[in-house]
């Protein structure tokens, strides 16, 4: 599987996910989004990037519930709410929000 931006080429797995982490940019993210029928909000661009800054610090891709109990310590209990992250990724918050950030697939999501 591959998707097709500004003229190259990048890889993806079976399930989208980046072959190369290196490729993501955020041209290729609203890509992936609008692949999987998403337009990129504000609210979408927080909780993608907050994942890449998580992941860049820890180098650990957080699962939903994990997701929610950080999500709630940086903005709130409202921006972890798993109805509103449901609202923006409807394909499961961790899963759709880390395949759209350039990120491995979170470990305990099947």
Known sequence: ???EVNGKTIATDSEGYLADLSDWSADLAEA??????LAMSEQHWEIVNFLRR??????VVP???????????????????KN?????F???????????????KPTGCV
Not at 32 to 37: D, L, M, V
């Open 90 to 104: 409807p394909y499961g918050p961790a899963k759709q929000a880390c395949r759209i950030a350039g990120l491995p």
């Open 32 to 37: 992936i989004a609008a692949r999987e029928s």
């Open 54 to 59: 998580g992941y860049e610090e820890t180098g």
């Open 63 to 81: 699962n939903i519930r994990q997701l929610q109990k950080l999500l709630a310590n940086e903005y709130g209990p409202e921006k972890a709410d």
């Open 1 to 3: 599987m591959a998707i």
């Open 84 to 88: 509103y992250l449901y609202e923006l």
